[in-house]
Nanobody, 122 residues
Framework: QVQLVESGGGLVQAGGSLRLSCAAS????????MGWFRQAPGKEREFVAA????????YYADSVKGRFTISRDNAKITGYLQMNSLSAEDTAVYYC???????????????WGQGTQVTVSS
């Protein structure tokens, strides 16, 4: 069982940056791949980024590639999403998720956080 708690969301101006954190419980965090997803009002949840258990392999949605960076610190049992050059289109609730095995860009994760709101003003 893994519990995930996101933090770091907020209101930022277009062009600004935010770093989201995903604090996990349990010593087996390093056994789980992690993903970040987001859901904007009236839209379906969409994949943002994913990272392997070791942190050596990462995946990004085309819409965030080159602007967002996913990382993790297994010693701190925490994952991160650094978001730069934010635009109004990035406004959404951001969720972190975890699953055993390999990361995936699909929403097939076993554990989800409660989400953190990111609002980008234009």
């Amino acid at each position: 069982q893994v519990q995930l708690v996101e933090s770091g969301g907020g209101l930022v101006q277009a062009g600004g940056s935010l770093r989201l954190s995903c604090a996990a419980s349990g010593r087996t965090f390093s056994s789980y791949a992690m993903g970040w997803f987001r859901q904007a009002p009236g839209k379906e949840r969409e994949f943002v980024a994913a990272i392997s258990k070791s942190g050596r392999t990462t995946y990004y949605a085309d819409s965030v590639k080159g602007r967002f960076t996913i990382s993790r610190d297994n010693a701190k049992i925490t994952g991160y999403l650094q978001m730069n050059s934010l635009s109004a289109e990035d406004t959404a609730v951001y969720y972190c998720a975890a699953k055993p095995g390999l990361p995936t860009t699909r929403g097939e994760y076993d554990y989800w956080g409660q989400g953190t709101q990111v609002t980008v003003s234009s």
